[in-house]
């Protein structure tokens, strides 16, 4: 059963605008949230994290929001640029980030000159 | 410094067969684990080893196994293949210590395992 969902496959955004990646999970006792970035025939690559404590965490252009009553989370990217073009996949951890984390199947984005 | 490095880069096999994969993680990081990536889908844990002993472990059957060697690389072995194990395998490390970290898992390229 997927505990981690992203129920968009795929999002396109124009180059500049604010690029919006939605997350939901079932397990209310994941305690650690990640978001990895993937370019094809490349491994994932770690993006931004949140722990429970905290509903907001921000690493430049990228913010990642929290709301553990909803069990929902999402990412921003402002401004969204060509190059972040990939696939997007949020994990959860019920401990901490070292341990096993559990995907989601990944939404496609797409930013377009 | 070098990241997680995985070998092969890819490797087709029969069903039946046994395959071992290669996992060197990177420098600093004693915790390394596994993950399978099916086509169109996210990762999923297939286990975890710290100190040599497999400390997590998911919902993988014993054809699954691994080991830890003292300077903290890593393999996966799985045996009597079958079709459905087609799957893009990916290592992670980190430097989990012994109650792991918030330190986030770096994933190698991953290895391209086709079953004929």
């Known amino acids: 059963d997927q505990q981690v969902k992203q129920n968009s496959p795929s999002l396109s955004v124009q180059e500049g605008r604010i690029s919006i990646l939605n997350c939901d999970y079932t397990?209310?006792?994941?305690?650690?949230f990640l978001w990895y970035k993937k370019y094809p025939a490349e491994g994932p690559t770690f993006l931004i994290s949140?722990?429970?404590?905290?509903d907001k965490n921000e690493d430049g252009r990228f913010t990642v929001f929290l709301n553990k009553s909803a069990k929902h989370l999402s990412l921003h990217i402002v401004p969204s640029q060509p190059g972040d073009s990939a696939v997007y996949f949020c994990?959860?951890?019920?401990?901490?980030?070292?341990?096993?984390?559990?995907f989601g199947k990944g939404t496609s984005l797409l930013v377009t000159p | 410094d070098a990241g997680v490095t995985q070998s092969p880069t890819h490797l087709i096999k029969t069903r039946g067969q046994q395959v071992t994969l290669r996992c060197s993680p990177k420098?600093?990081?004693?915790?390394v684990s596994w993950y399978q990536q099916a086509l169109g889908q996210g990762p999923q844990f297939i286990f975890q080893?710290?100190?040599?002993?497999?400390?997590q472990r998911g919902n993988f059957p014993d054809r699954f196994s691994g080991h830890q060697f003292p300077n903290y690389s890593s393999e996966l072995n799985v045996n009597a293949l079958l079709l459905g194990d087609s799957a893009l395998y990916l290592c992670?490390?980190?430097?989990?210590?012994?109650?792991?970290?918030?330190?986030?898992?770096?994933f190698g390229d991953g290895t391209r395992l086709s079953i004929l």
């Open positions: 994990a959860a951890s019920p401990r901490n980030s070292g341990y096993a984390l559990n």
């Open positions: 397990n209310s006792m994941f305690d650690y």
């Open positions: 080893y710290y100190e040599e002993e497999e400390r």
């Open positions: 949140i722990s429970s404590i905290k």
């Open positions: 420098s600093g990081h004693d915790t």
């Open positions: 992670a490390s980190s430097p989990g210590g012994p109650r792991g970290s918030n330190q986030p898992q770096h």
